[in-house]
């Protein structure tokens, strides 16, 4: 499973390219952490703060989109 | 974070294919697999054949050849023959590679030549808008299947496992790291490599057979995976319908240009 | 004299606009006894998402099947009227979505700004069928296909269990038409 | 659909209009593979096959689809495929066998952009020397080309007729444009659709000659399981259809299958003279081309110019003849073509110098349009 | 005593075949099965692609059709599609079916039509001179292969029973009464069945690999045939060269054109 | 065959005599399906190639063997397949694909009687209209046709350095004569052959373009592996090989396809002339018709007659104006073929009635003899 | 295996069609009671009396040159 | 003048006639420097047993490489014999092996009868030679390509190792050529 367990709760700064965003709505739907929702079409980073940067978004987004770093790193 | 950009043709984005298909996802695990196994981009040649996957290599940075329909297997075995050191991936979708291009699947694994296919199912013809497929589910519904399909459907793995393939795996796009892992041992592995990659085509597919969208199509499989080791403790009835995942084919046989080489050097020597 | 009078329908995929061209070719050709044509542009193979709709009427018989001297053209996005607009007749007509298309070209052709997809999210529920809303508008403003014909086109051809819903968007566009011209 | 497919007036696509065609003609068996822009014929058959009680099977491949519709009208059935430039490519093999060993069948190719994968949604007319020429060996065939949604209906019974009446596989060329795009046709009643039907046999079982060398240079046929056992190969075979390396015998096979198509070309040979009469500059035009230039016609004429069209229905056998009849009137032609002049190359060789040959030769995805005809018309003056 | 003569056309013998071909013999098994079977020779069709083997229809008296090479399966689809209620025969060679033909192979296999195939395996192209096939076994010499063939091998019965096969079964010209059992059973059901028939070629295979006389590769079949009973108790070792007879796959699975008929009928109810 | 093949005087088949041209060539990879009557090139080459390091394979079928060896040919080998009349037209599909990709290397057909699977070991010259028409869409191709053993081995060499000169696909073909016939040959030694190369580019890798659209119409080609990393389809592309549906783009490209072979025709072209220089009875031929027909001018120049031949090396480019330039001279001309007069059409097309020509035409697996040619030459008078 | 018991020693009649026979011998070598000698590239009945009609050449002759009868049938 | 001599070598498959015209075509060409082709009929494909091997031998260009006047005809079963005589020359040469072939057409050829397959078998020891006994029969009958040339063509072109049951072979052909002409 992809999953990777979200060990000790980082933080994530993930940006959206929005130029690409086809507007799917899997980065959304597979946030566990309903950071992100869609507006007009294109997803959008609603909630940065809840973040823990466990990549779900960025593995599954088909389109490039979605960038993930780890606040700090 | 993983920099996908050294490997694209930037210029080529945004990808052609729609909104929430999956083969985006499957390039992104190829990209992350090829990374993790050092491999030069120079090194790397490419193949695919006609479909909306086999449009993969226009994205990447490899040396990268767009073939005919069905074909793909033929190119990459010229080029792996000719120049063993590269090498060879080889796209190509349930259509493909099963349908038109089913015979040189057969004889590529019987070969046991060294190439890593990626095989992107999708259970339909995604680029001519639909039309049934050698993976189409019974009862299941394509433009020329308007009541749903008639035909029985391959087991594209065992088709290559029977065929001789030294290593056979399948995952989907609902898993993208185990995908990467699939792909890293498919590349790592000496001979013909399958790896069969359930990549949700919710344009021609999903929307006919009402299967939700993009999301619902790859929650489908997370409900519905079953590792290999698990299916075996099943029925048939409880497999029924069920995608069963995991590595299936991981054997040793002699690899079709490794063969030759040892004739080339034999009669070098006499 | 004979006459030819072209039409192009333009926006994005999914919008419905091939159903449209092909209910307005045959309300004329069917209903109304004309000669009709309607063709549409392919991206890379045959994924679905046509963006352009083309449909040419005429008395006689339709040699050249592609839009030359485009008499009107409804475009439902900004793109497709930036791209389109050029081919539009000096007296023709354009007709765009109000909200979609904020920049028109400049032109000596008469422009229409409707809320079309508006108003069929408002005013017959489903956005959907923006399409059918489109073709009453061009009933009335064009004056080109009988508002009869295209009825009775627009019954036979939408899906079944629909007829109401489009014959309605059909209306509010035609009556919003009858406010313009 | 339904409730329009009731009607006799229909706005049609000419790849459906093909598929009606084809059902009218009481086509029963369809087998192919996908292809852009041909695909709507298969998809349309796969709708309505079963309702006739007819068969529609998708192939794995086009090899195999073409295999199978002479398997299918061997044992009776009326077949037919639709392709379009690479399927058409793999197809060489078994059309020529189907040459060969004389089975009836109907093959369409809707032309795409090419050479190889080239322009899969964009029209052309590429393939017309290949429809002649596709196979090894030397081998005759019949190839029509439509102009129109209406005429796509018509062409396509016609195809079938002519496939049964010859025993011979039947071509018909369509081009991306007339495949999809919608138009008017007047569809006939059942009654008013004349059908032809292979030719069977007067002769008892044990005196059929599946390859009689006849007079009119068309062997009788009957269909598998009627009681007849005979044998078919693609080999050089003699009157009973054994394979033969006399050469005598091979000669009078090949000879008899070119006989048969020429002895018979004024019946299968058509062309439309539009505004022939009086012209002094002929365009001679097929397929969706013809379109165009009926059209550049149109316009010349309002222009005084006296300009006329002849437009090519049958492709192959090659109307010569029908060309060569305004030689001595005509002072210059134009020859308009979505190629880089394959039909031109055949009407020089068909003209032999009686008059310069002008070439509009669009070849690069756009349709021709009628003005560049006009403007190639203009500048002969 | 069994008479031929009623099925043959006498007027085509002698066999074109080479002096010792194992081709007549099965060709004789094959007659015997048809007329245990009480099969009209007017109801039978047989479809052949080209090779050595596939000369057998020129010598029946059935509806008969000699195809081109690789393809028979395509057109005896095309007629069973048409007229299901015609016997359907395919002759083929090892070459025909699964070098050229592979695909057709595995398809028709897929559907389970109801075709009853004859694979007649020599391990080499017969007809052309004695090539390579994809069952001439590593080592043994081809025209193609002057050094003993370094590519691995099919094993043809396993690639059409992953494919979807409902009857296999193998046998050879030395056990010419089970060939004929085999090949009644396979006729008589109903789906896509394969008889796998090792039928020697003397000429192009033997006198390369120095297999002897026609006696001695007959003989040799004799000696190296286990059945697949006792194949199962046996390990890879010991069967290692050794050619495993009997069914192998028997079993129900749902046939391409009965489907079909299905789909039309229900229509015509609606 | 060791000792003799230390030879430089042998006596090989023409099949032999292609295995060691293209060996000579500095072709070291072939993938081919086997097929009478060219099997024997495979054969030799099985043995040959992995000898001089290089590969040979059978593939599963033409297809795939078309395939490799462009495959091959992308990864930096010279590659070639052989095959006949039924393999060439399973080819067709993908030498389509080497045309519009520019992908050099050669395929061998030689030529058995036709059509379909005809008469497997009997000769024919009747594909050589598919060499030119064969796949789908237009497109250029270069044809060679050898006329005894010896030239077998030297156009063998010529149609690699061709196939890398131009970066196209060459067809060379053979017929069964020739391809079974022992003949006497000469082998040059191997500094003596003049062995071309593909060019490579100049540019670095960021600056170039696979597809350049260069004056000489041919764009620098550098293999797969050597750092460029560039995009191949047969997809209509622009100058970087990636898919363009604009109309300019596309229509540049098959511009310079056509372009490269035609401003180069005069080197590609080859023609030989026998007796010509007096001539005024003119015998056009090729391959071992040519010698039949070289013969048959002998015989009547013995007679007084002043015969002469123009015989053909390069069919395709077509020799229109090699044959053009005896138009006003020749006053009767003879085209002889083992075919229905393929050739024969393409020489009315080019002398456009300026002379009557005769058709000697052999299609029955008879190869054309000598005296046919000579009754039709004294039947002229 | 297809060898019939020849449970009461049957007595058979065997014939050659030599203008079909090949001389591969395969109908010499496989009989049990060595009733067939080959002679000039022809199987010939050398020894008819031994024949028991067990049928073995018969159904091994690749030609269709070989017919047994049972005697007395 | 310049020569043709035209050599048919027939027999049924397996005799080795295609080999014999090879040596013969390769004794002339590469060590008599004559020209020679040699050529072999097919049956239905090429599954061996070709029954007729030509040489053709001149001394300059040889344009048809088909035999049409027959010089010297050598036939070594009845049925080629019947078959392939009437192509000979009136003043041809007719060598056949006297046990196989009874009968022998009537023309002005001269006729050599002689045991070849019987020599082949009796004094080399295997009568798989009888091919090679033949050439040297041939050599010393028409003496067109010198007994040199054909020894040495024998020993490049025969399997390693039999070289010298091949040179006798040769040698007792010769031999009894010469008691014959
Ligand atoms: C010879 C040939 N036949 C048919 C086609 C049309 N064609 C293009 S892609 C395709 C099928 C694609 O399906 P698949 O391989 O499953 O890929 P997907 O688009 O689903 O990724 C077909 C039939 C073609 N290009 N060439
Ligand atoms: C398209 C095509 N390719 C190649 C051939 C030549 N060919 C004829 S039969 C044959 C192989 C026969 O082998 P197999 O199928 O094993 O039959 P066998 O002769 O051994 O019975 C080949 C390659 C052909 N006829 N057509
Ligand atoms: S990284 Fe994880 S938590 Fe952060 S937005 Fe992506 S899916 Fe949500
Ligand atoms: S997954 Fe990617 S393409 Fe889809 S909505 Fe999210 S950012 Fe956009
Ligand atoms: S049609 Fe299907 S497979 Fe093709 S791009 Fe769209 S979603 Fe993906
Ligand atoms: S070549 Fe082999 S398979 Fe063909 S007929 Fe001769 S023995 Fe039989
Ligand atoms: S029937 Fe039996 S015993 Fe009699 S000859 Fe034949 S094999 Fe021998
Ligand atoms: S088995 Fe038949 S062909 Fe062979 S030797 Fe005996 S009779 Fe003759
Ligand atoms: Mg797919
Ligand atoms: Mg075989």
Not at chain 2, 32 to 55: E, F
Not at chain 4, 45 to 59: D, H, K, N, S, W
Not at chain 4, 244 to 254: D, H
Request: glycine letters at 8%.
């Amino acid at each position: 499973m992809s999953q990777e367990p979200a060990a000790k709760k980082k933080k994530g700064h993930v940006t959206v390219r929005e130029a690409w965003c086809k507007g799917c709505a899997i980065c959304v739907e597979f946030c566990p952490e309903q950071v992100l929702v869609m507006e007009r079409g294109k997803a959008t980073v609603a909630y940065p703060d809840r973040c823990t940067a466990c990549n779900l978004c960025e593995l599954r987004c088909p389109d490039f989109c979605i960038t993930v770093s780890v606040k700090g790193e | 974070m993983f920099n996908y950009d050294q490997y694209l043709r930037l210029d080529k984005f945004p990808l052609i294919w729609c909104s929430g298909c999956g083969d985006g996802i499957v390039l992104k695990s190829l990209l992350r697999a090829v990374h993790k196994l050092g491999l030069q981009k120079d090194q790397i040649c490419m193949v695919s054949g006609i479909g909306c996957s086999s449009r993969l290599p226009g994205y990447v940075d490899f040396n990268t050849l767009h073939t005919t329909h069905g074909r793909a297997l033929t190119f990459a075995t010229g080029i792996k023959m000719a120049r063993p050191e590269l090498t060879v991936l080889v796209i190509t979708g349930d259509g493909d590679a099963t349908a038109i291009g089913g015979n040189h699947y057969i004889h590529a694994a019987r070969r046991n030549i060294d190439l890593t296919v990626l095989l992107f199912n999708n259970h339909i013809y995604g680029m001519t808008g639909g039309q049934v497929s050698p993976t189409t589910a019974k009862g299941k519904k394509a433009s020329t299947a308007p009541y749903g399909s008639f035909e029985n459907t391959f087991n594209i793995s065992g088709l290559a496992q029977a065929a001789g393939a030294s290593f056979v795996a399948r995952s989907g796009v609902y898993n993208p790291v185990q995908l990467e892992n699939y792909i890293v041992k498919a590349i790592q592995k000496k001979g013909f490599s399958l790896v069969e990659i359930m990549s949700p085509c919710p344009t021609a597919y999903g929307r006919r057979n009402r299967e939700g969208t993009p999301v619902d199509m790859i929650a489908w499989q997370k409900e519905n995976s079953v590792p290999v080791a698990k299916a075996g403790q099943l029925t048939p009835e409880e497999l029924e319908g069920k995608l069963i995942t995991g590595i299936l084919v991981d054997i040793e046989r002699s690899e079709c240009r490794a063969e030759y080489q040892k004739l080339i050097d034999r009669l070098a020597q006499s | 004299m004979s006459f030819r009078y072209e039409i192009r329908l333009s926006g994005e995929g999914g919008q419905g606009l091939v159903l449209a061209g092909k209910i307005l070719a045959e309300a004329a050709a069917i209903y109304d006894n004309l000669n009709a044509t309607q063709s549409q542009s392919y991206g890379p193979e045959a994924r679905g998402g046509a963006s352009r709709s083309e449909v040419i009427l005429s008395d006689e018989d339709i040699d050249y099947p592609k839009a030359v001297h485009i008499d009107l053209l409804l475009a439902l996005t900004q793109e497709s009227c930036d791209r389109y607009a050029a081919d539009l007749k000096s007296n023709g007509i354009l007709l765009v979505d109000q909200d979609a298309v904020l920049t028109t070209p400049e032109g000596s052709f008469k422009v229409y700004r409707v809320p079309i997809i508006q108003m069929a999210r408002d005013r017959v529920g489903r956005a959907l069928v923006a399409n059918i809303v489109a073709l009453g508008l061009i009933a009335g403003i064009a004056k080109i296909v009988s508002e009869k014909a295209l009825r009775q086109a627009i019954e036979a051809r939408v899906p079944k269990g629909t007829e109401e819903l489009n014959l309605k968007a059909f209306a509010v566009g035609l009556e919003h038409a009858k406010t313009l011209v | 659909m339904s409730n329009a497919s009731q009607q006799r007036v229909r706005v049609l696509t000419g790849n459906e209009a093909c598929a009606e065609g084809a059902l009218a003609a009481g086509m029963r068996f369809y087998a192919g593979y996908p292809i852009t822009p041909s695909s709507e014929i298969a998809e349309v058959l796969a709708e309505q096959l079963p309702r006739y009680g007819g068969v529609f099977i998708q192939m794995e491949d086009e090899i195999a689809s073409m295999g199978a519709i002479i398997g299918a009208s061997l044992a009776g059935s009326k077949a037919m495929t639709a392709t379009s430039g690479p399927g058409f490519s793999l197809m060489q093999e078994n059309i020529g066998y189907a040459a060969m060993a004389e089975v009836p069948c109907v093959i369409v190719n809707v032309m795409r952009g090419g050479p190889s994968t080239g322009l899969p949604t964009l029209p052309s007319q590429g393939d017309i020397m290949q429809a002649r020429w596709g196979t090894h060996g030397d081998h005759p065939i019949i190839a029509l080309t439509p102009f129109s949604v209406a005429e796509t209906f018509s062409l396509t019974v016609r195809a079938f007729n002519l496939a049964e009446q010859y025993r011979t596989p039947v071509i018909l060329l369509l081009d991306e444009i007339l495949g999809h795009v919608n138009e008017k046709v007047e569809l006939p009643k059942d009654g008013e659709i004349a059908l032809v039907n292979r030719t069977l046999p007067h002769d008892p079982p044990e005196r059929y000659l599946p390859y009689r060398h006849t007079e009119s240079g068309v062997p009788p046929m009957v269909s598998f399981g009627q009681g007849y056992r005979y044998h078919v190969t693609g080999l050089a075979h003699d009157e009973s259809g054994f394979p033969t390396n006399r050469a005598s015998e091979i000669e009078k096979l090949l000879d008899r299958l070119h006989r048969k198509i020429e002895q018979n070309r004024d019946h299968i040979v058509e062309v439309e003279a539009y505004e022939m009469e009086d012209a002094e500059i002929g365009l001679i035009s097929f397929g969706s081309s013809a379109r165009a230039s009926r059209h550049a016609v149109r316009l010349a004429r309002e222009a005084g110019k006296k300009a006329g069209l002849l437009r090519i229905k049958t492709l192959w056998p090659f109307p010569d003849q029908e060309i060569q009849a305004y030689g001595d009137r005509v002072k210059k032609w134009i020859v308009a073509e979505m190629n880089r002049g394959q039909l031109a190359h055949e009407v020089e060789w068909a003209l032999c110098g009686r008059a310069p040959i002008h070439r509009v030769t669009v070849y690069n995805g756009d349709p021709i349009s009628p003005l560049t005809i006009l403007n190639r018309i203009n500048q002969l003056d």
